[in-house]
Each structure stands twice: as C-alpha cells, then as structure tokens.
C-alpha cells in the first residue's frame, strides 16, 4: 500500500511523521511529533525551517491540539530543523519548553524564541513527560556540532536521531530503500569529523533497543536494517583528509574509483540525470548494480569527463557528495585525482 505523504505519518504508536516531500530537493527536513497515549501531552522533534512551516503546521493539526505540545526537542541549532520555532510558538502557547543542550540553547536563543529552555545536560539527560515516559537524551558532541544529541524513546524503541543516520538523495522514500546506504555515506563523509567521533556515539546508541531510527534528513530506518546502518556508520571513514596524501602519483587503475563515483551517483541522483553524468566518459554501466563493464585507457581522462559531468548535472551537493570518497581511493590505490575532485 501506497504511503500518502501529503499526510502526517503515524511510524509508531502515537508517534508521526510531519514533514513533506519536496520533489526538487535532495535534502529532506523530518519533523517528527510524540503523541503520549495516556496524557494527550505531545513533543515536537525538530519542527524544520521557516520556510516549511506553511506546510507542516497543518499536518500537525490534522493530529493534535497544538496546544498539547509541551516540548520542542531541539536536536541542535541548524536553522533547518528549528527556524520555524518562533512560528510555533505562537500557535502553542507560552508553556511550551525548549529542550536543548545548553550549547546549541544559547544559539537557537538569536532566532527569537520567546519560550523557557530546558537544558538537557541540568536534568540528567532525560525528558520525564506527565505520565512518566521517559525519553532519554544521548548526547553526540561534534555530530556535527558541539551540542549535538538524539532522543531514545523507551516505550516504543523510536530513536529520533537528529542529522545521524541522514541521508542525501533526490530519490527520497519515507523508509529507507536498498539505494540508501550510499545516500547515508554521501551527507556522512563530508559532514561528520572523524571515524573514532562517529564510532563513539554508534557504541553509545547501540546500548538501547531501537526499533525505528526517525534521522531529520532522509528516510526512516525500521526493524533488522537499525543494525546495519549502525555498524555501517560504526566503519564509516569521514572528515577531513590528510592534505599530504595527493603528492602521490600513480598510473593506477582508475576503474576503482569510477565505479565507487557510479555507485554513490546511483544512491542519490535519479537514473536518467547518472544516464547523463555517463555521457561521453566511453565507461559502460550496469544501470541495474554500478559495475561498470567497458572502461577505457585513458582512465584518468575518463575520471575526470565524469566528474565535469557529475558537477554540470547535480551541482554541488553531487560534488559533495562523491569529493572524500574519491580522495579516499586515491590515497588507497596510489593514484592521482583530477582536478575536478580534488578542489571540488
């Protein structure tokens, strides 16, 4: 059965999607809002740009008074997941609670908020609603900021889980889908600080029972896939790369890294737009897997028309999304990269 995203999603027991489907974006804003059954008291996760708000606000009311909203958990101080608040919080009322961390709090304080905070880091970490559910705040520092956390609600194993667990797609699905993983990797790597950062806030989420994984950016994670996307995060290589690494120069097989390029491209642009990034390169593709079936010689100068092409179809955020994984297999395979994705 088909999911109409033009309504609020329920993805657990009293616990719904918000957000909307922007067709032109590969960068998807998901509010999330928490429905206790016992009380009616909700919490809003993330509530997303200003520039949504039109939108959202009239999902969230097609489920709740929003004056039962009691809190507005903040998972950090991007303008994507909390511009709207000032908004907000004039239809909720001035009860509502800010939950933050303390350092992102004294941030989202210079968009206008009106409301009082709630500094997690002064209450132990949790958020105690009125019937006594517990949402257990976990902190990850410099994912991607200093004040970064995520949510786990207990009662129904949902993880809200801020900017981890992301992903970049213009092929976006409310569930994550088998193109996903690549999706993930390409908002992660140029995002995140480090492997041994990220590696510590997986071993700190894994400790809980999660069902769902709700990230504010791209598709919900449910069921057996919680486990591997967390150990692909666990293993994923991110951050800034060693500048001395591209004094290496090789005439090695180029064919590794192209086929690494098709493979990301297929995650997060749709087929026709990788069809085009493919145009001219004389490299010849499995659409259906990424392996690539004739390469040419001049493996360099193939690399490189297909990064002219990838930055002349998807723009920046295609150059972002394939720039740390291509230097990555440079440094691997001793080889050395065009231009186009060394400065990209």
């Known amino acids: 059965m088909a999911i109409d995203t ?11 999607w918000v957000g909307f489907y922007d067709k032109g974006a590969g960068f998807h804003c998901n ?9 009616g008291e909700a919490v809003l996760f993330d509530p997303g740009p200003v520039t949504y708000y039109e939108r959202l606000i009239e999902k969230l009311k097609s489920v709740v008074n929003p004056q039962k909203i009691s809190y507005i958990v903040l998972h950090h101080q991007d303008p994507d997941l909390c511009s709207s608040v000032p908004r907000f919080e004039k239809i909720i009322g001035k009860d509502v609670k800010i939950a933050a961390a303390w350092r992102a709090g004294v941030l989202i304080a210079y968009y206008g908020v009106t409301s009082g905070f709630y500094y997690v880091d002064e ?3 949790e958020i105690r609603l009125k019937s006594g559910r517990l949402l257990k705040i976990i902190p990850t520092p ?4 200093p004040g970064s956390i995520v949510t786990y609600d207990k009662e129904s194993g949902v993880l809200f889980s801020s900017d981890l667990f992301g992903g970049f797609s213009f092929n976006w699905s409310l569930y994550a889908d088998d193109k996903y993983p690549e999706a993930v990797k390409a908002f992660h790597e140029p995002y995140m600080p480090a492997n041994y950062i990220l590696r510590g806030a997986m071993e700190d989420i894994e400790r809980h029972d999660i069902k769902i994984i709700a990230p504010q950016h791209g598709s ?10 967390i150990n692909l995060l666990k293993n994923l290589e991110c951050g800034k790369m060693r500048k001395t690494a591209f004094d290496k120069i090789a005439a090695g097989n180029y064919k590794v890294i192209a086929e690494a390029v098709v493979k990301r491209i297929l995650g997060v642009l749709n087929i026709n737009d990788v069809k085009k990034v493919l145009e001219g390169t004389n490299i010849v593709v499995d659409i259906a897997n990424g392996n690539i079936l004739e390469f040419p010689s001049n493996g360099k100068e193939a690399l490189n028309q297909l990064g002219l ?6 723009g920046i955020f295609a150059m972002i999304a394939t720039r740390l994984l291509t230097q990555r297999l440079a440094i691997e395979n ?4 065009p231009d186009i ?3 990209s």
């Open 309 to 314: 092409n990838l930055n002349k179809t998807g």
């Open 123 to 125: 209450h132990n970490y």
């Open 6 to 16: 033009d309504k609020a999603v329920e993805i657990a027991k009293g616990i719904y």
């Open 220 to 229: 919900i994670i449910a069921d057996k896939d919680v486990r591997f996307y």
């Open 31 to 39: 509010p999330y809002l928490l429905i206790d059954d016992k009380t």
């Open 334 to 337: 001793n080889l050395d990269l």
């Open 142 to 145: 410099y994912l991607h900021c």
């Open 341 to 343: 994705f060394r400065f």
